[in-house]
Structures are given as C-alpha cells and as structure tokens.
C-alpha cells in the first residue's frame, strides 16, 4: 500500500486516503472511510469494495484487513454507521464468464496492499495481473484497466451489488431492497441503465451511462437466473451483464456518468465532464481540484502531523455531496425534479447529528461560499418537507438520529453574517422546524411538559438535552434579527434541560409524563432508552450554550471540576457498552460525537490548562498516519473536523454562536488564508513536543477575554498568539 506523494510544495501530498480504513486488534481506532478516488463534494466516490456483501461494519464498504476486492462501485458514504449507496458496480476479470457464473455473481480477486495506491483523485490497485486505475469528475467515474498481453479482456456490470444489514444489529438481511433496474445497449460501445431501490434513504433512482474505449464483442445480459439472449435491453430486480473486448494492446478504458434524476442528466453530465479518453487528464484535474481546497490553510509542524491534519480536511470537504446534474436538475423531496440557476449546485448527505458540531462551523470558517450553498439548500429541503433535514441522504429525509440540528448550521452562518443567505426565509424554516413535530420532536410534548417524558417519547433525555440547545440557536437568531417575542419563547425552551437535572444523583435522567423519575436509572449503562449512543455521564454536559447554567446545577466552579474530573478518571462499565461509543478517557468516549466538545468546559470553570492538557493527549493518542488512524467512525468529516480546530487552538465549543473556545495550538505557526483575501495568523513562538499549557492568549497585541473568539475576529485577519509556558 502506497499514498501517492507529489512535489514538495503540494498540499495534496500530506493526503493519505489509507487513514481511517481499519480496525486495530482491539477494535478502538476505526473510521469507516473509503480510499477511492473523489473530487470534492463529488456525487461520484468511485471505490472498492473488499465484501461481496457490504455490511454495516465497515459502512463504507472497504476494509483495509481484507485481502479481496469484488467490485469498484460509484458511490459511498464516509465514515458514517448506517450503510447504503454502493452504485453501479464495475469488475475486471480474465476469467471466462458464462450465464451461470454471471448468476453467482462472486467475481472476487485477492490483493495486496503492496500493489495499491491512492491520493487525491486516483486509486490504483493490481488484480490478478490487471491494473486498475480509478480517478472521478464531480458527476463520472473513470476507470483504466491494463489486463496482461495476449488475453480477451471482461468486464462484469453489476446492478444488483448492495449493502446487508450485519452483525449486531440484523443478520443476512438486505439493507435495501430494488424495485427495478434495466440495462441498454446502446451501441458496441456504451450500455445505459438505472436502478430503483429503497433502504436507508427510502427511494432511489440511479442513472448511468456508461462508455468504451473499445467495441464490446461479446456479451451476456441477465436478470437474476434469466438470460436476456440477444436483447440489447434487460429489464429486472438482480441485474449483471459481462461484457468482452478484444486485446488491442490499449488499456480498457471506460467513463462511467450518474445522475439521480434520469437517463438525459448522466448523458449530459458525461457529455460536459468527461469527453476526453486522456486518464491522465483526469488525474490531474482531480488533484488540482484538491491542491485548491487544502491550500486554505498553511501548517508548520511534523511530517506525520501534516498528514493526519490535510488527510481530515480532505475527509471534511468529501461531503456533503453533489446531487443535481451539470444543468442544474435535481429531484426534491417530493419526487419533483427541479432546476437550480445557472452555475449552482445541489446538495446532500447531510449527516447533521455528526456535523454541526465542528465539520460544518470549519466550512463556515474556510468555505463561506459553500456553507452558504449549505444553508440554501437545507432551507429547499424545509420547503418541500415541511420542516429542516435531520439526516439528509440522496436528496431524501431518513430520520436518523434525534434533534433538528440543521438549525445550529444555520444559526452559525446567520450569525457569522456570511453573504447569499436569506435571512428571513432561513429563519422562518429555523422556526417551523422547532414547532411543527416530527420523528423524535413531538413539540406538543416539549411545550406541555417542558422536557421530554420518557413513557411519551423514547431516547427522551438525549432528546430534551439536544432540543434544548437548538431552541438556544433560533433565540440567538431572533435576538439578532428583532424578534423579541419569539427570542424570549426560545430562550425559555433552551432552559429546560433544567427540568431533567436529578439533584440528587447528579445527573440528567429521564422523567415521566407524571413527573416521576423513571427507575431502575444507572448512569453507566448504555442500554436505558432515555439516552441514544451514550450513557448518562457522556450526555450530563450537553449544555453547549449554557455552560454556566450547567455548572450552577452543579455547585459552582470547585464542585463541577470535581464532577468532570471523574468523567476523565472513572473507567467502571456496567453491561454492555455501546457499539459507537470507543476511544476512552474515563467516561469520555472521543470515538462518538456526544463527548466532542466535553475537554473545553475546564475552560468555563477556570481551569484551562485541564482543557489543554486533555487537548493534547486526545490529540495525540486518537489520531495517527496510518491505516488505524482515528478513534472511531469518521462520520463524514466530524472526527477530522475536531482535530483541525484542536490543531489549530480553538474549537466551535456552541456550535450555532459563531464562536470559539481557546485550547492549545499543536503547531508553532498556522495559517488560514480566508476567502475574503486576508490571513489568520496562530503563532506559538515557544511551542515544543510535549509542551501544551498556555500562559495566555493575545489576538492582534491585546489579551483574548474568556478565552473565546469569534468569527468576526478571524475574518478580519490578524494574528492571535499564544505564550506558552
């Protein structure tokens, strides 16, 4: 295995694809990232696949401890720990390839990471002698397969590769089901199709187009156990075909465009992104579409810290997805196609119970631009659906997870002022959204009981706890824009997390809608139905935007450090622990997002130099440069998203204020090159291994108050420093 490095001045270098694709021996460091090749925010991540099932673990569909490949699919999902997508699956063989070893449809070849390669834009793999080569417009795959000298040359196209719900949750069960697929050939050279599939996102359409660089002479065309003879259409729910070519002594080269809306969008999108035959081309544009993204930010530190911090900005700016074709079409929420104005782009794969917490506020810091396409296209969603996307995959609503936390997204662009947002249509969906119910926000409960009971609405203390501080991000933005009746309803919700604080066991725990606590309660358990994905102590700091309330429920300041030092010391379990909670700290758990900005409250309590110490240690045991490189599933960009501000020295502790908490900068001098044409300077003169607390901070000559600064602060440009001890 190899990451391709390039010229010494190349940001791409520092990008390896390989991080976040295994599991180490004891099951801690994992990512669920993909090593294919991609552009950013492309529709197309044309990757392996190393399961002839995918399962959900890894999501994503490669394994780096397998040692097989069967496929090179078009889509995937980064990190994430629901699986679905895995489109349109190409396969090279030398094999001969009849009707009933196409129906088996097992077409696996081992490899060796010896004989593997990825950067940004380009994977390369060797197979049985074959060489295959991916790289990827935004919309199209393309694909370069040398086979050995001498050899008739195959091809297998298979529909009918899909995800399997695994292990822990479901056993062999098919995470989504087709309803119907067809391929056409066109001509001797490029073959048509879709596919229409339910699963996690609950309707799909697929459409490809898919063209040669060579004359197919020989194929066979099937639907499960049925072939379609000499058709050149096959119509069906299992759908394959194996394809031959003739050895000319030329590589195999084949373009593959999708779209999601029909068979026009992936012939436009092919027609506009990849009329050249010239791979290299390809290649290049890719990478050079990636030098521009990572050069937004410039880093003095190791070769191993350069590589973890650009491999997460690589990962971070992966999605949210592409998911309107290159004439602007894209299918909204109510199965419409619709039309986007010249030169923009539609997009998906929100996974926003991950994502507001760091990977969104870095867009809004580095991507103004984009974040604004963001919060556009969320607010399209409210308009169809009737209310903001909770988990937003291939332009459709899957309700995963619990909360509405577009909103602190929005919030945190509105209030970071950023250009080509509507304020007042953004905010009246912020609204709406807290108000109409829906899956896991019964508001007619929320505003009766003042918290969620427990015997009314499962997961009711994670529930009230994140409600809470989404309500805190409409008030923030109603305050800004005037509405002072509705600043002061929000501002009254975001308090009630107050209603679940158990004095006298100390902590957050679930209630009745008879206001009794509901027993038996363990606030080490990860199996009460009161919380999702944690337990009590990982959830009793979720109170991001009233740390000081949370520290007067506690006793004030000497109690409350007490309290978050045994969160970091009490390493008791009780039954089970829970599949995504991983990479301990005590009760602290940095491989799942509830604990993701729990480091940063010392700084509340005065004590920031735990914060720093705790920065630096997580920092340095959850993140490596290879393979096993994070502590947990990558989640589309919110593991990386959380190094890059640590790295850095602060972190979006309120994700929805436009703020940030100081911690301690990883590298002696770090600079954002901002898109309004100034620079950020972090400096830390004094900076060295090992050493992390900061004497104090000092933004443009003057001393950084509360340790917090904003956005407004960086965008300005200057330079904040900080003077260690």
Not at 304 to 322: C, D, R, S, W
Not at 355 to 360: N, P, Q, S
Not at 661 to 675: I, K, N, Q
């Amino acid at each position: 295995m190899a990451f391709i490095a390039a010229r010494a001045t190349d940001y791409t270098q520092y990008v390896n694809p390989f991080i976040g694709t295994q599991t180490d021996s004891t099951g801690a460091l994992s990512g669920s990232t993909f090593p294919g090749a991609t552009m950013p925010q492309g529709m197309v991540q044309l990757s392996p696949e190393t399961e002839n099932y995918v399962t959900w673990d890894p999501c994503c569909g490669y394994d780096y401890d397998r040692d097989s490949i069967f496929g090179f699919t078009h889509t995937h999902l980064s990190g994430t720990g629901c699986t679905d997508l895995i489109d349109v699956s190409l396969m090279p063989t030398r094999r001969t390839v009849d009707a009933s070893l196409l129906q088996q449809g097992n077409f696996g070849l081992p490899f060796s990471h010896d004989k593997e390669a990825a950067s940004p834009g380009y994977y390369m793999v060797e197979l049985d002698g074959i060489k295959a080569e991916m790289s990827a417009t935004v919309r199209t795959g393309i694909h370069r397969y040398t086979f050995p000298k001498g050899q008739r040359q195959t091809l297998v196209l298979d529909l009918d590769r899909m995800t399997y719900r695994g292990d822990a949750y479901y056993t062999g069960r098919r995470a989504y089901q087709i309803i119907q697929g067809q391929m056409r050939l066109v001509n001797d050279r490029t073959i048509e199709g879709y596919r229409v599939l339910t699963g996690w996102a609950k309707l799909r359409k697929v459409y490809f187009r898919a063209e040669f660089s060579k004359p197919i002479v020989g194929r066979i065309l099937m639907d499960g156990k049925r072939d379609a003879g000499g058709s050149p259409v096959v119509n069906g729910r299992a759908l394959r075909a194996a394809l031959e070519f003739e050895d000319d002594g030329m590589p195999l080269m084949v373009k593959v465009a999708i779209s999601p809306v029909d068979s026009e969008g992936a012939r436009l999108n092919m027609k506009d992104e990849a009329s050249s035959w010239d791979f290299s081309h390809y290649v290049k544009a890719a990478h050079d579409a990636w030098e521009r993204e990572l050069q937004c930010i410039d880093i003095d530190g190791t070769e191993e810290e350069k590589t973890i911090f650009y491999t997460g900005l690589y990962h971070v700016l992966m999605q949210p997805n592409a998911m309107s074709d290159v004439d602007g079409r894209y299918v909204d929420t109510n199965f419409e196609t619709k039309r986007m104005p010249a030169g923009r782009t539609y997009h998906s794969t929100f996974s926003l119970w991950d994502t507001f917490r760091a990977a969104h506020p870095l867009y809004t810091l580095i991507k103004p631009d984009i974040a604004a396409e963001f919060v556009r296209d969320m607010v399209l969603h409210h308009e169809t659906y009737g209310y903001l996307p909770i988990w937003d995959l291939w332009g459709q609503e899957n309700y995963c997870m619990i909360g509405n936390h577009a909103i602190p997204v929005i919030a945190d662009a509105i209030l970071a002022e950023l250009p080509g947002i509507d304020v007042e249509k953004a905010y009246k969906a912020m609204v709406e959204s807290s108000t109409h119910s829906h899956p896991n926000s019964p508001f007619e409960l929320w505003e009766k009981y003042g918290y969620m009971p427990q015997d009314r609405q499962s997961t009711s203390v994670s529930i009230t706890l994140e409600q809470a501080f989404d309500d805190w991000c409409v008030a923030a933005v109603a305050r800004k824009l005037g509405k002072a009746a509705d600043f002061e309803r929000f501002a009254r919700r975001s308090e009630y997390y107050r209603n679940l604080w158990d004095k006298e066991t100390g902590f957050f725990r679930p209630k009745d809608s008879e206001g009794r606590w509901v027993e038996p309660f363990d606030p080490l358990s990860y199996e009460q139905p009161c919380f999702i994905e944690g337990n009590a102590w990982q959830y009793m700091w979720f109170v991001p935007h009233n740390p000081q309330g949370l520290i007067e429920l506690l006793g004030g300041n000497d109690s409350f450090i007490r309290k978050l030092d045994e969160n970091f010391t009490l390493t008791a379990t009780s039954g089970e622990v829970n599949g995504n909670a991983s990479g301990f700290i005590g009760q602290y758990a940095h491989g799942n997002e509830p604990s993701h900005h729990t480091i940063y409250l010392y700084n509340f309590a005065g004590r920031p130099d735990k914060t720093q110490q705790l920065v630096d240690q997580v920092r340095s045991t959850f993140y490596n440069a290879t393979p096993c490189g994070y502590a947990g599933n990558d989640d589309c960009g919110q593991m990386s998203a959380w190094y890059i501000f640590s790295a850095l020295g602060f972190y979006p502790f309120n994700a929805g204020s436009a703020e940030y908490v100081l911690g301690t900068p990883l590298f002696s001098r770090a600079v954002l090159h901002l898109p309004n044409g100034k620079d950020f300077v972090i400096t830390a003169p004094k900076k060295k291994a090992g050493k992390c607390l900061v004497k104090e901070a000092r933004l443009n000559g003057s001393k950084v108050k509360n340790l917090v600064i904003t956005h407004g602060d960086i965008v300005a440009g200057g330079e904040l420093q900080f003077v260690m001890r």
